[in-house]
């Protein structure tokens, strides 16, 4: 089995910074995209940001300029680093990734990790 364990949430002031990761574990054979996206309360999960096997990413409008997606794929974890954070950052952030694994290749979730901007 394939599990995806996010980490780094937390309360932070307006302004600040955090760092989420995601560590994939399992029996893994290759890992394509790791994204993060992030669901708000009454709102639907939106991307956050993606990056492919190759290196390339993708943002939100929203976030650009202040998160930063990377991944370290010797330890098959993707980052997020969150600086300027916003009240409207305030949301429950879970780690996705497509991951090829014995016999297929399949979309996995994380259970999420609680990211609060509040002063």
């Known amino acids: 089995q394939v599990h995806l364990v996010e980490s780094g949430g937390g309360l932070m002031q307006p302004g600040g910074s955090l760092r989420l990761s995601c560590a994939a574990s399992g029996t893994i054979f290759s890992i394509n995209h790791m994204s993060w996206y992030r669901q708000a309360p009454g709102k639907q999960r939106e991307l956050v940001a993606a990056i492919r096997s190759g290196g390339s990413t993708n943002y939100a409008d929203s976030v650009k300029g202040r998160f930063t997606i990377s991944r370290d794929n010797t330890k098959n974890t993707v980052y997020l680093q969150m600086n300027s954070l916003k009240p409207e950052d305030t949301a429950v952030y879970y780690c996705?990734?497509?991951?090829?694994?014995?016999?297929?290749?399949?979309?996995?979730w994380g259970q999420g990790t609680q990211v609060t901007v509040s002063s």
């Open positions: 996705n990734a497509e991951i090829r694994t014995v016999g297929y290749t399949a979309n996995y």
